[in-house]
């Protein structure tokens, strides 16, 4: 198992290395993609991308909690939490790139 991270830094220089944009605009570009998708989850909207995935948020319900510290009870308000959805051809590329198997089911009939 492959256990590097790609940070932010590294996607602005794969922009770069394709795009051959200077790094100032590259970083601009990956700036600006993050700040689209932050800002449409704050306003409630859901982003799709077709072929990646989809972003949106999730209410999580209050509940009461504990402070591990001390013990005491905690009240901890509802909030939206961000959630991604991988499409399913990206599932496929994670796993190494084979099509999904269609699910076993009842034979159709054949056309001999």
Do not use: C, Y
């Amino acid at each position: 198992m492959n256990d590097s991270t790609m940070t932010k830094a590294d996607l602005v220089e794969e922009v770069v290395r394709i795009t051959e944009l200077p790094r100032k605009e590259s970083e601009i570009v990956v700036e600006t993609i993050f700040e689209s998708i932050i800002a449409a989850l704050q306003g409630g909207d859901k982003i799709e991308i077709r072929g990646f995935g989809s972003f949106r948020t999730r209410q999580r319900r209050g509940r009461t909690g504990r402070n591990p510290k001390t013990g005491a009870k905690v009240e901890v308000p509802p909030k939206r939490i961000p959630f991604f959805k991988p499409s399913k051809e990206l599932k496929d590329f994670v796993n190494g790139g084979a099509p999904a198997t269609p699910p076993a089911g009842p034979e159709s009939p054949s056309r001999s």
